[in-house]
């Protein structure tokens, strides 16, 4: 159960109430509709729930622990219906954890943002604040900035002038936003830094000349940042984060990126100005991808590679530097061999 | 000497007091009881010292300053007692630089906390705080949140609800807690952010499901976490940071991960959900860590490696993808030699 | 065009003007004399610039986009004059990338600071502060610290106790300075950390000893340091960042370090404790530097290396671990001709 000093469970539902609320795409269905009354008191992990709560089970690594549940119910695909240990009630999905997902935001959902200015925020007189804005003590909004509805700037967080913030976004504690324009529903962790001067020099003696930046950051609908991660505005043109992508901790976006739709990029990834995501690449952790690339459509990168070309839709590279990544993993398989075939000896 | 507008010298110390105050396990002893009452004013590097202050040489790279070293007294090896100068005296010790971080405690010891609630400081009225609490102007403490005893929040810190903090722990400034427990004598770096969401996400059309997090972020007693670095909170369980950790600056660490008890994570290191370290596990600068893997007790990690699999206890793996560090060593050095030899013909 | 809302255009230009105002270094002349009295409005990039609008061109990957630019004049090399399109006038230079960058610098002056102490800020009493300083509010400047004329203090930074800071330095919202000297016309973006302990612990059992960390960071005159960077006080020298050195976000620079005067340190790389950079060091993104190394005057280092020994002035390293770059290169190439030749026998 989750700790209720932190999480509040805002419902109880029955497995027949759960299927109902699933979208069609899921295919959930029960496995024995005797279990429409069952009722769901909580979701957990398949190793610690217990008879009246639902968990589920997507990834043959834990197939023992699907086995040897107590879980009351789980959301499993059909073909391991077999393998669900008697007294855990199923519902049957083409996406486990999709479905999972949905149903615990339905037990859990975001805590709704109870309106109010604090007194001891500052807030710009110019600045425009939508209906059931909540602006914590100690944040700073500048001139001219607009926040919409029911967005929540968190303690701390700094608001540069003429900034633009939609509706129904989370603003961290302690986040920094400056020269960006900023979607509906955003999720800023925090410690995030938007807007500052991209890294852009002409560099050469008798000092480094900067450049002035002179772009934006645009951050589209229902994108979520992880924390302390850092997006510098464009150089000329602005820097674009698409639609639906998902940021994580620690990454660095440089200067006139344009990240595409529904992107992930994990920990600690840094992306070099001007390079250009499709939609829905997936980068690993602690990857670096040089300035000037293109990453197609659907492409993958592996954690902890050096990306220094273009990756063509759909591809899979990994490595330092990057390539495809059977072709990496099997050439270092192969240099092994061959060393320890020769005793080292060439 | 220590620039005295940031260290203030707590005491002097002669050799004898010096001595007796390590702990046996240090082996300390003069080798010389004549310097007994050598009255040392102050510590300093080797290069640095002067006649009335104490040193230490623990590393053979810097032999030539040992041997012409100025210090008036200095912690070395009993072997190499004979490389000392004439002046130097010598306190000998099986471990050189412990006893000399313990030397240099009682020199400088921390700055005790001066209680105290500023005014514009943010405390709900729901916090409870103990006994010699200090916090700082622009620091937020929410509901229900606890601060130990003697434990310091630093300026503009951001302490989210519920949370409890032990005693004796430095919250630095700009740093945000939520949905954590933390030990006693714990400190946080400037910047550093613990306790937001997992990055958990049901990936693929139309859009990715965010997946409630609701697990906590455990931190153990005595542990330090350097600036700017990022702990996410569990997905389901807690993510667990071990006693006696030391985490460097930048570093993340994703969700469910739990750290075991004094381990050592240098800057920028990157830990994937899931993923599991033994105890005194080492992991240097730059290296990520796949989500998902073991990495045994005593396991070392060298800087800039990718870690795609479990790790035995007591391993010493390096490279991308990490292996043994000396097989990796060996297989790049081989391909230099092979492809040389063949002046790059096959 | 600039987005007005974040970007005040102060002038417009004659081409003439313009060329006068460049120094002689850049060899700045007009193409053709007649053009002297055209009117620039303002920059752009080479892609969107209009009739009344300078850009410039200067790598051969935008020819393309050279040949058909709709800009009114451009910046460019001698060789290159043939390939302007008619209707843009061309300003001929030896380094078009600077020469544009001074250009733009004229049209987008840095704002002035307006000087102000806000009534929200947290000053102690005994700091001392130059003429025309300004501090935003929720900013907090401890005792003793020195902030130098019209230095701007952004909302919400923390300034440690008797930390000096020199004149025209922009200190970022949310940064946090402590144990620290800086020079002059230094720019931290939002959230850089500086002077926290270094990662110092003399290392066993029955726990880690920290070590007192007692020296300072120093950061000369012009350097620019991005958003994130974390970089900590040395463990009794100094850390040091030389004059004109620019460091780019989320980078990390551990206790001890020098670096040397107008360095590149691009974003998320990570440098151990007492290395040495030399002058105009170039270091590419997501890179790591082992500890107690040396890289010589001059010398790059291309971005997702893992530096693990000394590099020479003047070399160009990279790889895992690191070697010359181009060396590093052909192995692995060889490596992978040499497998498939052999169809991955031995």
Sequence with gaps: ??????????????????????????????????????????????SSAGPAELSFFDNRKYLGQFRTTRAGACVALPRFAKDAPAGCR???????????????????????????????AVVDESARLGEGVRIDAGAWIGPGAQIGARTHIAANAVIGA??????????????SVSHARLGDRIILHPGVRIG???????????????????????????????????????????TVVGEGSKIDNLVQIGHNVQIGRHCILSGQVAIGGSTVLGDFVAVGGNTGISNSVTIGTGAKVAGGSGVMRDIPA????????????????????FLTRLRKARGGDL
């Design 196 to 238: 500052q001067d991209g890294f852009g020099f002409a560099m050469g003696l008798p000092s480094h000349a900067k450049v002035p930046q002179l772009g934006r950051v645009i951050v589209q609908d229902d994108v979520e940042i992880g924390a302390n991660s850092a997006i510098d505005r464009g150089a000329g043109p602005d």
């Design 314 to 333: 759909g591809a899979v590279h990994g490595g330092v530097p990057a390539k495809d990544i059977q072709e990496f993993m099997r050439d270092m398989a």
């Design 1 to 46: 159960m989750a700790d209720p000093a932190f999480f509040t469970r805002a419902c109880t539902l029955t497995l027949a109430e759960i299927v109902e609320r699933l979208p069609a795409a899921v295919g959930a269905v029960l496995a024995d509709q005797d279990d429409a009354h069952f009722v769901v008191e909580d979701v957990a992990p398949l």
């Design 162 to 175: 003429n900034v633009t913030i939609g509706r129904d976004c989370r603003i961290g504690a302690l986040v």
């Design 90 to 120: 199923l519902v049957l999905a083409n996406d486990p954890y999709r479905a999972y997902a949905l149903i615990a935001q339905a037990f859990y959902p975001q805590d709704p943002v109870v309106p109010g200015i604090d007194i001891r």
